[in-house]
Each structure stands twice: as C-alpha cells, then as structure tokens.
C-alpha cells in the first residue's frame, strides 16, 4: 500500500516566551484535526517541541496535496485565535499569509513528507527540533547514512553498503530550488564540503540507489520568505529505518555529539543541540536548541502509539554534556564563535548599529 507521511509545523504562540504552547493551544490543534481530518487522513499525531506544534499525518493523497496542507494551515489559524485569547506570545507567528494558496511551502510553516510503499513492517522516526535551523540535521545525517564510525551497518549490511544519494538544496537561492544529487560512498568529501555550511546547503533529503525514500527535511527559511527576521527555521525530519536503511540506534547515535548549530537566543548563536524528550520545553538562553525523536511503526496507514527516542538514561548523559559545552560557549559572550557570522544575524539591531557608526570612521593619513 503506497503511503504519504506529510508532518507541518508551526509556532503559533506559546506560554512565558518562545518556551511552549499552552495544553489549549495544543488541544485546539488536535481536535481541529480530528474533527475536519476524520475523512482526509488515515491517522495523525499532534506533538509540541519547544514552542512548536508538529501535525504528523498518514494518508493516501501523496505529497503536496492542498487538502492536507489546507487542514494543517486552517488547524493552526484556528490554534491562533486561541493563542491570542489567552494572549500567548508571539501568536501566529509562522504564518506569514494571509490568504492559503494550495500549498503551506512559502507560507511560514515547515513542511516534510514522504510517500512510498510500505514493507510488511514499516518502523520510521519523526524529528523536530526548535531554536535552530534545518541545517541542524547535516551532520547527524551524514553520519547515520554515510560513516561507518557511527553506523557499522554500512559495514555489516550488504543492503547498507551499496550507499545512498543526498539531496542537498542551496537555503539561500530564493528564485526557485537550487539541488544538487552526490551519492555515497564515492562523493563523501563532496557531499561534507557542502553540509560543512548548515546555514547555505542542507541535506532535503536521503534515497537509496533503488530510489526509495530514505529521510526528509523540512527546507524553509523563514527570514528568505519574510524579509526579516521573524523567529528560527525550527526544521521537522522523518526518517526510516532498518532493513535497507540504518537502524533506529544507529540514526538516534547521530545525535549524541550535542553538535553546535546556529540558534538559540534571538536565532543568532552557536549552541549544541540537545536531544530532549517529547513536549520539552526551553529554558537555558531561550534553548538550547532542542531536538525530540518520536518512534513509530505504521500499517495500512495507523501509526502505533509513540515511542520517545530521547527518553533513556543515556541521554541524560548526552543532555549533561550538551550543558557544559552550551555554557563553555555561553561564557563567550557575543566574542567571535559564541554568535553567528553577520550575515545570519537575524535582528536588525546589530545590522543598524554598524551602519550607524560606519560614518564615524575617519581614515587617518598614511
Ligand atoms: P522581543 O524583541 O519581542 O522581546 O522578541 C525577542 C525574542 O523573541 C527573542 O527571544
Ligand atoms: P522561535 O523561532 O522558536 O520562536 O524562537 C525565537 C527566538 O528568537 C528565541 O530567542
Ligand atoms: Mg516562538
Ligand atoms: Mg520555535
């Protein structure tokens, strides 16, 4: 049976900050959903990170169906009228539109979906990360699909070792999607000279040399839509796993670097990623960033109940170690890689300061 896997995500307003929507807000989301989806979708799940909620639905409409967008748009205008009543900040703040044009792409909330024929046992992995941006998702995903020191099952696995194609997009070309296809193992270096730059090229996402889909990564760049700064790029991810593709422990196992990325306090800083449990909020300079994993299998389109990656011993580890370097970094300040380049800077303040003082320069004489 072919599937279509569509997860949309939005930040529609949340309690005390960027930290985490209210229960109503979710609630609203949720039976929205269930009410005017019941005869679109063959199941979903309504989850927060941060202060984004992440509608994950199944169904037999393929990839960017306007009913399907249109549900998701609509739940989250209706979750805003919420937000605003009971006066969360930033209410409505992905979306960027006024009026829904077919598609949610383009219009403030991250979109990834994936249709294929689903095995006898279908386990998959759904992502969401807040306070950074889809470049998040590079190097966890290099080395689930590409480096045997994560994943031995390029090694151990001849379905593995055959490799897989990247699909990595071009964030900052904004006349239409700039992609370029490498596949592994012959253009490894290739692919890491592009991944290296999470802010520019990010990975949309991962097939293997059959062509199945393999993983998917939401690509929006909100401040390239809006023209301003108007929160982080929070990126969603759905991957699947086992068999032809690495194991759920191999993919989880790409996250236990806590890798710096670009976010945090204001979308401007470099801070490690902290892999969370489901429906964590933020704290720590308004992070750090954050990333949740849920598990799934999915038959004939019903998703299992869910299962948090993140919520293991192990991981109390890794969040203890995401710490200490989050605030190695943080004693930094605003010096040199504590924050990002100036091109990233995504308030306008910093932006005007040196504009303002550019006049003041004097050159002085040789
Ligand atoms: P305000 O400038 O509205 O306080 O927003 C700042 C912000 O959201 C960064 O956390
Ligand atoms: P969000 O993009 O998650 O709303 O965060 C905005 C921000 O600036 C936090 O400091
Ligand atoms: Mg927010
Ligand atoms: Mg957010």
Redesign the pocket.
């Known amino acids: 049976m072919k599937i279509t896997l569509s997860v949309i995500k939005a930040?529609i307003g949340s309690i005390g900050g960027?930290i985490k929507p209210s229960k109503k807000l979710l609630e609203t989301v949720r039976n929205y959903v269930a009410d005017i989806g019941s005869s679109l979708l063959k199941d979903f799940y309504v989850s927060s990170t941060?202060?984004?909620i992440a509608i994950l639905m199944s169904h037999t409409k393929g990839k960017g169906n306007p009913e399907i967008h249109k549900l998701a748009w609509d739940a989250f205008l209706k979750g805003t009228d919420v937000a605003k009543k009971q006066g969360l900040y930033?209410a409505g703040?992905d979306l960027l539109k006024s009026s829904f044009s077919g598609n949610v792409k383009g219009m403030g909330p991250a979109v990834c979906e994936m249709e294929f024929e689903e095995r006898p046992n279908e386990p998959f992995l759904f992502f969401a990360a807040?306070?950074t941006e889809p470049g998040a998702y590079n190097l966890p995903l290099y080395l689930a699909f590409a480096d045997p020191m994560n994943t031995p099952g390029l090694l151990l696995s001849p379905d593995l070792s055959n490799g897989v194609n990247f699909h990595i997009m071009d964030v900052n070309y904004t006349k239409g999607d700039r992609v370029i296809s490498l596949s592994t193992p012959q253009d490894i270096y290739k692919i890491a000279a592009l991944l290296r730059d999470n802010e520019r090229f990010v990975v949309e996402s991962v097939t293997t040399k059959k062509g199945e889909i393999a993983a998917v990564v939401s690509t929006t760049r909100l401040h390239n839509i809006a023209g301003k700064y108007t929160?982080?790029d929070?990126p969603v991810m759905l991957v699947r796993v086992q068999k032809q593709f690495p194991a759920t422990g191999e993919v989880l196992a790409a996250f236990s670097r806590a890798h710096f990325v670009g976010g945090g306090?204001?979308?401007s800083h470099n801070v490690p990623l902290t892999p969370v449990k489901n429906n964590s909020p933020t704290s720590y300079f308004?992070g750090p960033p954050l990333v949740s994993s849920t598990a799934f299998c999915v038959q004939k389109g019903k998703f299992t109940e869910a299962i948090d990656g993140f919520d293991h011993p192990f991981w109390d580890y890794i969040r203890l170690k995401a710490s200490r370097k989050a605030f190695e970094m943080r004693e930094q300040g605003f010096s040199g890689p504590a924050m990002l380049p100036y091109s990233e800077l995504e308030y306008g303040g910093i932006v005007e300061i040196l504009k303002g003082l550019d006049k003041r320069f004097k050159i002085r004489k040789k």
């Open positions: 930040d960027h941060g202060d984004d930033g703040q807040d306070k929160g982080k929070d306090m204001r979308g308004d």
